[in-house]
DNA sequence: AGCGATGTTCGCCG
DNA sequence: TCGGCGAACATCGC
């Protein structure tokens, strides 16, 4: 489920379950979704703790004694923090077990998570080339982003380098708040369009992160619960149009949202 | 039973 | 060089 509210979520959660115990052992049951050999993992868990973590963008940094364990989680990645033994959820794909017979796995179900190991949090973000955090940013580090940026603006949203963790729904709710035309061309808003998208984007995270990426029942005058054909616009009843760019498929509302600007 | 899915990456092309 | 596009990855629920 992860954009960047789902992450914010089980970093809630990894930090409320997981941390401060000794890791005693770690099962890896698919090994696809490991960026490194499970030798590798092992030798820099097994015998620590997870001290604290840090999320940046779609990305969850989990600080060992030193290093970093970095989850990914695709579009199917969850975790769960469990005790017995029969309990261990479906689609489980690398389980961390712990002193006090707690595990915490990390499940995926289509295999497009990842699991990494980094040095250094500055090291990784700049290996994977990530923008500034959607949610973090400062309204100078989003005007920095937007320097010498071109195209359109759901691809921009959706651009990790640019800034990182806003995903394919998110994008389209930030977009209809703003009454942008997916396609419109970034470079022809004027200081105050920028400034209210850059509100925009931090509200609606922010209510993203308030329901804990709960997709399935948001307020009506939201685009998430419209987000299918036959809908109607919230706002204006105009109907919903879906179109495809790059290969993802969004919605918007032709009347709220007009070409041009 | 086929289609579609909240993500990332890579190669191609303009 | 950058941006848009499409495919590839892999799996399962609807």
Known sequence: MPELPEVETYKRYLDGTSLNQIIISVKVIDNRVLNIDESYLRKFVIGNKFKSSIRHGKYLLVNLEQDYLIMHFGMTGDLKYYNKKGDEPKFSKVIFHFENDFNLTYTSRRMFGRIDI???????????NLGPDAYKMSLEEFKGALKRRSGIAKNLLLNQSFVAGIGNIYSDEILFKTKLYPKTKI???????????????????????????????YPNHFLIPHRKKDEHCPICNTGIERNEISGRHGFYCPNCQKKSP
């Open 187 to 217: 470079d022809t808003l004027d200081e105050s369009k920028i400034h209210e998208l850059f509100t925009n984007i931090k509200e609606v995270l922010q209510v993203g992160i308030e329901r804990k990426g709960d997709l399935s029942n």
């Open 118 to 128: 980094a040095e250094s949090i500055e090291d990784f973000i700049e290996k994977k």
